[in-house]
């Protein structure tokens, strides 16, 4: 008897695949993830069904909304470690003499201490920088779930 052939799952890249980006505030990198999403019974989109692809996009002081962001966060930081004699406005990226960074505390308060207009500002880089990965990495992506027996349609 003949075996019989197996449904490959369908994709659609547009609804299915998702690129998100962040701030990791512990290694001060901006990180992104490629990822697809799961349908509930109902077929309403889900939770997390698996990531295709994970990377670094930037270190934080290479991106000048983040390089400025972080300036203004260090000299915050310093005015209220020192009393307000502004020690350090970059000390998170000190370097030593010989060129090896010097470990400095992750960030966990920064989001803490932005306004609301810097907060819309880091959340429409992220959106933008999301959408580029997605149209700049769309053949990759559709590739590596194809390689994974996944039938990858543009949309549905």
């Avoid at 505030?25 to 990822?35: F, N, P, S, T």
């Avoid at 889900?46 to 962001?69: A, C, M, Q, S, Y």
């Avoid at 201490?113 to 700049?136: C, G, M, N, P, V």
Wanted: aromatic share 10%; hydrophobic share 40%.
């Amino acid at each position: 008897m003949p075996e019989r052939e197996k449904v490959k799952a369908v994709i659609s890249y547009e609804d299915d695949v998702h690129a998100w980006v962040y701030l990791d505030q512990v290694d001060k990198v901006i990180r992104y993830e490629a990822y697809v999403i799961d349908y509930d019974e109902d077929g309403e989109p889900g939770t997390l069904k698996f990531v295709i692809e994970e990377g670094v996009l930037d270190n934080v002081h290479e991106v000048p909304l983040f390089r400025t962001l972080l300036q203004e966060y260090h000299e915050r930081q310093a005015d209220a470690d020192a009393g307000g004699n502004g020690l350090s406005l970059l000390k998170a990226y000190t370097l030593t003499f010989d060129g090896r960074l010097i470990p400095t505390p992750p960030l966990l308060l920064f989001y803490a201490s932005l306004t609301s207009r810097q907060l819309d500002e880091i959340h429409h880089y992220f959106a933008t920088q999301e959408k580029r990965l997605k149209r700049e990495k769309k053949q990759r992506w559709m590739r590596m779930l194809r390689a994974l027996g996944f039938d990858v349609m543009n949309n549905l």
